[in-house]
């Protein structure tokens, strides 16, 4: 037997098959989200999606075969492609739904913030598992904290500059999933903390764009009882809404033609993505959107399993960055299409049409894979003495 073929035979197969679930359900919604749209390119958008998927399977089993030992050297220049790329959206890319986060190579358009997001979880993975043995200073909970900060500051600004709000706002669980797992004292956490707070009404006044603030406004009247415009700025918040809770228990079938999403309420571009909730919500009803999250709360609980057994501290961060990825992007999109989270127009993990996000979380889903089939002895180690409260302090 070879050593590749060991390695694939060693994979975490539940994890995989939970992984692939997700995404066929997926392409069966995003078919059901677009199938009676006028417009060809979303009547056919399951197609493409399917072709992202076969390529992003490629990149998902060379993740997985190949030791993440790698990120010692490939780290830095994943960020700073995803840094550069996501600059250059900014400056000349292309504006869709007002982002300017968009780049365009011939018949190609990918979202650069996507890899600079995978950039960011690499490189503080790599920073706050392994900066302790090049020099003592970087032993000091405050420095490494400092360096972590800024190595998500960066991408944060760039991708709060395009316009991208959600987006953007995924790099805060992110941080923090990581910040706890990699050693750093609660007294520094609870501070960074606080000072973050003390930002919000400054960055909500001053650094927001009025189409965002209007989208936190509105959602806050909503919750309030508020009467709101419909026709206008609450015209997607209370149309997905409706969606939701007339899909009851079983909801109204797959395909029926007399959905709110199909009669075109639900705006046609984000039905396939950002609203993709809503329309499963509506026609498969809450048993089977309770089944989707019960199978995202599984796809989480695995990322930690792994980070449990992983050889070394880069491995746990990983997995812990990748977690909190995925819980961002479940939490906000649902939220969001909940009305418990304002409007910030995000994805959802697998599900969402979109190909450089299903191929980046298909590539961290691989990067968690090979944690885990080069765990090497981390099984006698947690059999001996079991994990410290020092690892997950």
Not at 11 to 24: C, D
Not at 329 to 334: D, L
Request: aromatic letters at 14%.
């Amino acid at each position: 037997m070879t050593p590749l073929f060991r390695k694939f035979l060693s994979m975490n197969w539940f994890m995989v098959v939970n992984m692939f679930a997700l995404i066929a359900f997926g392409i069966f919604a995003i078919y059901s989200a677009g199938w009676m749209k006028e417009e060809t390119s979303l009547v056919n958008a399951w197609n493409r999606q399917i072709i992202w998927v076969v390529a992003g399977t490629v990149i998902f089993f060379a993740a997985s075969l190949i030791d993440y030992s790698w990120v010692s050297w490939g780290a830095v220049p994943v960020f700073l492609t995803g840094i550069v790329l996501s600059l250059l959206a900014l400056a000349a890319g292309e504006s869709v739904h007002g982002h300017e986060s968009w780049l365009q190579f011939g018949p190609i358009r990918f979202q650069p913030s996507q890899l600079a997001v995978a950039g960011t979880i690499l490189l503080v993975a790599l920073m706050l598992g392994t900066m302790g043995s090049l020099h003592p200073i970087f032993r000091n909970p405050f420095i490494k904290l400092g360096l972590a900060g800024a190595a998500c500051v960066v991408p944060f600004g760039i991708v709060l500059a395009q316009g991208d709000f959600g987006s953007a706002m995924v790099f805060l669980p992110v941080a923090a999933a990581m910040i706890l797992v990699g050693n750093i004292p609660f007294r520094y956490i609870i501070v960074v903390a606080l000072l973050g707070l003390s930002v919000v009404p400054w960055a909500f006044f001053f650094g927001l764009e009025p189409h965002q603030k209007a989208r936190i406004t509105v959602f806050i009247d909503m919750l309030a009882g508020k009467p709101v415009d419909t026709q206008g700025d609450a015209y997607a918040a209370h149309y997905i809404i409706q969606a939701v809770g007339s899909g009851g228990l079983a909801g109204k079938g797959f395909l029926a033609p007399k959905t709110i999403n199909n009669l075109g309420f639900i705006p046609k571009r984000t039905a396939i993505n950002d609203f993709i909730f809503a329309v499963l919500a509506e026609e498969w009803g809450f048993y089977v959107t309770a089944a989707l999250l019960a199978a995202f709360a599984l796809l989480l609980i695995q990322c930690l399993f792994v980070a449990l057994y992983s050889r070394d501290t880069v491995g746990r961060l990983i997995c812990a960055g990748v977690a909190g990825l995925f819980f961002a992007h479940i939490f906000q999109h649902v939220g969001m299409n909940l009305l418990i989270m304002p409007i910030t127009g995000i994805p959802l993990p697998f599900i969402s049409y979109g190909g450089t996000f299903l191929l980046i979380c298909m590539f961290l889903c691989g990067m968690v894979q090979s944690v885990w089939v080069h765990r090497g002895g981390a099984n006698q180690r947690i059999a001996n003495a079991g994990p410290s409260l020092g690892d997950f302090r």
